[in-house]
């Protein structure tokens, strides 16, 4: 008998992560990941899968902290979400908002333990920006100023997480653009970030409808610092050519080391595609 093909979407992804010209440690991290209700499986910085019977998690966070605690604070981060999702998809009843709730609190109370607990540790803190692709939708969660944006497949550019930062409200209340926020004193100065000594966190959790050919990358705030959205968007839009063998997530990352370098620089790029028929 023959078997009848896969309506299941495919997922294309890369990832990579840079420290750039000026910084002497990357603490920049990124996770991708396959996951069922039996494991978790971390994946390359290149492949591609069906997207069906497996779901998939992309995740970016960037360091923060004095000597290398900002690097273990951000693998901290990755690692957690790696050891703490699967558990949550055995779950009769499955409500992804709570869930991503639930473990950017986890992560949270994690890094504040350790920075209450180790001098080595004090005040390390990490972004985290989550992308969880199920069969119908992406559920995300964000933390920081790390950022999540989205290319429909016949539409523009829209970066669907919200810079936790006095500059971003600013922006999103329409009272700078992007080139003012770009430049802004304080631009850099986060409202909210994982651990830090910050009591409460109050992460954006939220969800959109995916189709094939929508892609979405998940940044470091160094690779906006040397890229413009409008770059973004014509790169993540061009077309793959056969003679450039470079991922997505690399043309990305040289480009913003190029332009800038002056921290670390990190990209994962995903997409759908329709299956081979």
């Known amino acids: 008998m023959t078997s009848l093909p896969s309506t299941a979407p495919d997922v294309h992804w890369s990832g990579l992560t840079h420290p750039g010209r000026v910084r002497p440690n990357n603490e920049d991290a990124f996770l991708a990941l396959a996951l069922d209700a039996r494991e978790a499986r971390l994946l390359g910085k290149i492949g591609a899968a069906a997207l069906g019977a497996q779901e998939f998690v992309f995740a970016v966070s960037d360091g923060m902290g004095g ?18 999702l699967p558990a949550a998809l055995r779950r009769r009843t ?10 950017i609190a986890a992560i949270h109370r994690d890094l504040l333990q350790l920075g209450f607990s180790y001098e080595e540790c004090a005040g390390m803190g990490a972004t985290l920006t989550l992308a969880w692709l199920r069969s119908d939708r992406l559920h995300f969660a ?6 999540l944006y989205h290319l429909p497949s016949g539409g523009a550019l829209a970066q669907l997480s919200h810079d936790h930062s006095h500059v971003g ?13 770009r430049s802004h004193p304080q631009r850099n100065a986060l409202t909210q970030a994982l651990g830090a000594g910050n009591q409460f966190v109050h992460p954006q959790v939220g969800d ?8 979405f990358l998940i940044c470091s705030d160094g690779l906006i610092d040397g890229l413009w959205d409008r770059r973004i968007e014509e790169m993540l839009r061009a077309p793959e050519e056969p003679e450039i063998t470079d991922s997505r997530a690399k043309l990305l990352v040289d480009a913003g080391v190029a332009e800038s370098g002056r921290d670390n620089v990190t990209a994962v790029v995903f997409e759908l595609a329709a299956p081979a028929p």
Not at 94 to 103: M, N, P, Q, R, S
Not at 142 to 147: I, P
Not at 208 to 215: I, K, L, N, P
């Open 94 to 103: 499955l409500d992804c908002a709570e869930v991503l709730g639930e473990l």
């Open 208 to 215: 959109v409808a995916h189709h094939a050919g929508d892609r």
């Open 67 to 84: 000597a290398k605690s900002g690097e273990f604070a951000s693998r901290i981060a990755v690692d957690r979400i790696t050891r703490l």
């Open 142 to 147: 964000h933390v920081g100023d790390s950022r």
């Open 169 to 181: 409200w600013l922006r999103r209340q329409g009272q700078l653009n992007e080139r003012e926020a």
